[in-house]
């Protein structure tokens, strides 16, 4: 086969399973392609320009003739997951030991279950190509939300994940205060979380919403949704975001919304936030209820 480009042309012989790979993707001379040689594919870039016909009826896209030598040399980045890995060697006959073994595997048949052994043996070859400087770590980001609703084992588990050097950023997120850590008997801590977990981690500091910013989150929300508010209006839903929450105040959007549509307006005035919020209670507002008229509810 002959490959050519603007500067030179050679005459190579390949392998079988690349005439395979040009079979295809249909390549007819006049074609522009891209042969990867370590792994034998073959990409079709297009048809050379000198082909190109007066007439524009041709599906093909046409494409200049590439420069310089044929044989050329690419550094061609693969952005791949632990997991990635883990999957493409869950298999019985096990995994190559370089990077191009573990690439081309994820196509093969995945028979076996991912084990504990599979993933020490995939995390050894990570840090042997790290050492090596063939491969850099990115670590990601795991954000768990509500993770006081994690049990003891779950906690233990994540405890031990983060000593490894391929751990990841984890950002825990919790409303809870002093609480009882789930599957356990009664052992209460901080944030439903244990604290030799708790040690390890560094915890931010959050301040409640102003109501200044209470409005300006609201005002940002309504153009979001094409609601037509009036400031006066933005500024009330900013007052009762202050005394009661900012989600209690989004959802008020809404049936305010409906309401102002009943009347024929499109615009939401402080009339019907005002009644909307005479319909509704927030979750405070409910608990204090339920605590005053304790008698009269079913305990």
């Not at 480009?5 to 395979?20: D, F, G, N």
């Not at 994690?150 to 809870?176: G, M």
Request: glycine share 6%; net charge negative; aromatic share 6%.
């Amino acid at each position: 086969m002959t490959l050519k480009t603007a500067k030179v042309s050679k005459t190579l012989k390949l392998a079988p399973t690349i005439h395979e790979n040009l079979v295809k993707e249909r390549v007819s001379v006049g074609d522009v392609i891209y042969i990867e040689a370590n792994t034998g594919s073959v990409k079709r870039v297009g048809r050379s320009d000198a082909f190109a016909s007066e007439f524009d009826l041709e599906s093909d896209t046409y494409v200049p003739v590439p420069k310089g030598e044929v044989h050329k040399k690419k550094d061609v980045v693969q952005d791949v997951t632990l997991h990635d890995l883990d999957i493409a060697n869950a298999r019985p006959s096990g995994g190559s030991s370089d990077v191009m073994g573990l690439l081309s595997s994820f196509n093969k048949p995945r028979k076996t279950e991912i084990t504990e052994k599979l993933r020490t043996e995939v995390n050894k070859v990570v840090n042997r190509y790290i050492d090596q400087g063939v491969a850099e770590l990115v670590p990601g980001v795991l954000f768990i939300d509500e993770v006081h609703m994690l049990d003891i084992e779950c906690f233990t588990y994540l405890n031990r994940c983060l000593e490894s050097p391929l751990s990841p950023i984890v950002i825990f997120a919790t409303n809870r205060g002093i609480c009882t850590i789930r599957g356990t008997d009664n052992i209460v801590a901080p944030h439903g979380m244990p604290v030799d977990l708790l040690d390890r981690v560094v915890i931010v500091r959050t301040l409640p919403y102003s109501q200044e910013e209470v409005v300006q989150i609201v005002a940002i929300r309504a153009k979001t949704e094409n609601l037509h508010i009036q400031p006066d209006a933005v500024a009330l839903l900013g007052d009762i975001g202050k005394n009661t929450s900012l989600r209690y105040v989004m959802q008020l959007l809404t049936p305010a919304q409906i309401l102002a549509k009943s009347y024929g307006r499109e615009d939401l005035t402080v009339a019907d936030i005002q009644e909307v919020d005479s319909l509704f209670f927030d979750a405070k507002s409910s608990a204090r209820l339920l605590i005053e008229h304790a008698d009269r509810y079913i305990s």
